[in-house]
Nanobody, 113 residues
Framework: VQFVESGGGLVQPGGSLRLSCTAS????????MKWYRQAPGKEREFVAR????????DYADSVKGRFTMSRDNGKKMITLQMNSLKPEDTAVYYC???????WGQGTQVTVDS
């Protein structure tokens, strides 16, 4: 099982970023996929979840209305479109399959003027 996150960077408050995660080593099309993030000095927290079909998505209250998660089962990829970014969104972002104990290396998102 492997996850490779990308797309992070430095962005000003109010800006946007699009994160991607490619997965391998398991039945991606049957898996619920999730995004998590970990800010400096804080525990890792749930950000968003998408079911195997892509029809149902759930978001943490802190990102609802600003972040959109999607998936492409053919490419074994999920994305996280992040709009109206705030300094408190600064964190390392990780993707994960529900039930998996494997984590990728993450991608750093920094929101700063």
């Amino acid at each position: 099982v492997q996850f490779v996150e990308s797309g992070g960077g430095l962005v000003q408050p109010g800006g946007s970023l699009r994160l991607s995660c490619t997965a391998s080593g398991f039945n991606f099309g049957a898996a619920v996929m999730k995004w998590y993030r970990q800010a400096p000095g804080k525990e890792r927290e749930f950000v968003a979840r998408i079911d195997s079909t892509g029809r149902r998505r759930d978001y943490a209250d802190s990102v609802k209305g600003r972040f959109t998660m999607s998936r492409d089962n053919g490419k074994k990829m999920i994305t996280l479109q992040m709009n109206s970014l705030k300094p408190e969104d600064t964190a390392v972002y990780y993707c994960k399959a529900d039930g998996s104990t494997t984590w990728g290396q993450g991608t750093q998102v920094t929101v700063d003027s």
